[in-house]
């Protein structure tokens, strides 16, 4: 089916490379929704409160949130049909898949038989590697690398730069810091950094 505009949900820097993502693949970009009055245009386009009325039959939306939970709350509370934003400078694999709501940016490349859950942020010149699984409401920083079968599961933030090295399993809702290299598990909600990577806590549940 095609959609006669996507709405972005969320008035934010993220909602910026979003919107021109979206402008880039020639998509109309029906406006922006935000929770917050004080914000009331985002690269030219109307900023309003949501309105369910406006995303229906032949309009889809993306939320551009970088917080994952937030993200996840937000996802799990809308009826709406959700779109995708590729940016068509990311190299991507026609083996590949990728589900609704997630966006991936300018210089990504995504190798064979990856598969992307829903709502997943894979940010400016990442790089996923072959048969790696990124679960839902997971976000890749720029330039971080995923090397081979690496598996990221749900909520998972891997911080700008990092390194994750083949056959690695990151747990969920972990936190891996900027510039780290990962060469052993991650078990769920851990919170790691420094090269080699180590715990240094763990995040709190949902």
Not at 87 to 113: L, Q
Request: glycine fraction near 12%.
């Amino acid at each position: 089916m095609k959609y006669t505009a996507t709405f972005i949900y969320g008035a934010s820097g993220h909602g910026k490379v979003i919107i021109e993502i979206l402008e880039a693949n020639g998509m109309e970009i029906g406006g922006v929704f935000d929770d917050s009055m004080s914000v009331t245009t985002l690269l030219d386009y109307p900023v309003a409160g949501f309105d369910p009325l406006k995303v229906n039959g032949t309009a889809q939306l993306i939320i551009s949130i970088g917080n994952n939970r937030v993200r996840k709350k937000i996802a799990s509370e809308l009826q709406v049909t959700f779109g995708k934003a590729i940016h068509p400078a990311a190299n991507i694999s026609p083996r590949c898949t990728i589900d609704e709501g997630t966006v991936v940016m300018a210089g990504v490349t995504v190798n064979s038989h990856v598969q992307i859950g829903r709502h997943v942020i894979i940010n400016t010149n990442a790089v996923v590697d072959h048969d790696c699984l990124l679960e839902d409401y997971v976000h890749i920083s720029p330039g971080v690398a995923l090397a081979g079968n690496v598996q990221v599961r749900e909520g998972t933030h891997v911080g700008i730069g990092a390194t994750v090295i083949q056959g690695i399993k990151i747990g969920r809702w972990c936190t891996i810091g900027a510039g780290a290299v990962i060469r052993k598990d991650v078990p769920d909600y851990g919170v790691v950094v420094g090269n080699p990577g180590r715990i240094i806590k763990y995040n709190t549940q949902e």
